[in-house]
């Protein structure tokens, strides 16, 4: 893994994400090196060459460029975070994210900050003081060997779960991401029975296999699972009903167990492959 220090210009962007109004990414590049990361179009602005997932900058003077005493995200959502992931690896040494959260507290925001990491237990002291706090865990898979295969430097999923029960039983809203759904690998219904009595709520997305993601998802399940290469090419090649079958049982599942979710799938860039 490449590590620089760097000093960023400034550290709270507007956001575009729906119903998010500020984000926060406290490093730039993402050492979990999840297989299906979306995030990997920023290394067109990072001015990096070498391959996404293989490089971390770590912005040293984050938490300094947090301005004290204004009021302008007061009640407003700010998400941490977007194209990184705040309890990296390195977040042990630099403790950016931490200094960041200690600066936030008085601004007072609709705080959501989402990990795959349990390291986010180290900062449960300082989420508990914010007047606003949603803390979420990404769950991909129960299956923990297919977890090393997509997502090989986060927490094991029952380390994330043991963490998630954690936070709600210190206070702490919690919500479960479960995203990608990787079809036929990605037990939603599994980890909603694993989640439920630990999450407020959930957002569930499916896999928007675009561009050079597609490439990759398309290899790896050629070699680890050959034998769903028909349905993920029946999936990305076609029209296929598939995301629309599995959103109808979605809102069907939630209904019957009376969860609280939010599906956030993407229709239409499914069928833009070819
Ligand atoms: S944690 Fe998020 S940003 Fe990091 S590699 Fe995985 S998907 Fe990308």
Known sequence: MIVNEIKAKNIITKSNLPGIDYVINP???CSHSCLYCYARFMKRF????????????????????????????????????????????????????????????????KLMIQT????????????????????????????DSVRKEIEPYTSPVEQRIQALKTLKQNG?????????????LSDWQEIIAATKEYAHTYILENLNA?????????AWIGSNHPGLLNL??????GKSEYWNATEAEIRK????????????????KTQKIN
Request: glycine letters at 6%.
């Open 27 to 29: 490093y730039t590049g």
């Open 46 to 109: 990072s001015r990096h060459e070498e391959k996404w997932g293989s490089f971390v900058d770590v912005k040293v003077n984050a938490s300094d460029l947090i301005p004290a005493g204004v009021t302008t995200y007061r009640q407003k959502s700010l998400f941490i975070s977007s194209v990184t992931d705040p309890y990296l690896s390195l977040e042990k040494k630099y403790q950016i994210t931490r200094a960041i959260l200690k600066k936030l507290v008085p601004l007072n925001p």
């Open 116 to 143: 795959k990491s349990d390291l986010i237990l180290r900062d449960m002291d300082i989420l508990k003081t914010f007047p606003n706090c949603a803390a979420g865990f990404t769950i991909t898979t129960m299956d």
């Open 172 to 184: 702490i809203k919690t919500y479960v991401f479960i995203g990608p759904i990787l079809p036929s």
């Open 210 to 218: 675009f561009g050079s993601i597609w490439g990759d998802i398309h």
């Open 232 to 237: 993920y090419e029946a999936i990305y090649k």
């Open 253 to 268: 599942f939630g209904d019957e167990e009376k969860i609280n979710y939010k599906i956030v799938f993407h229709h239409w």
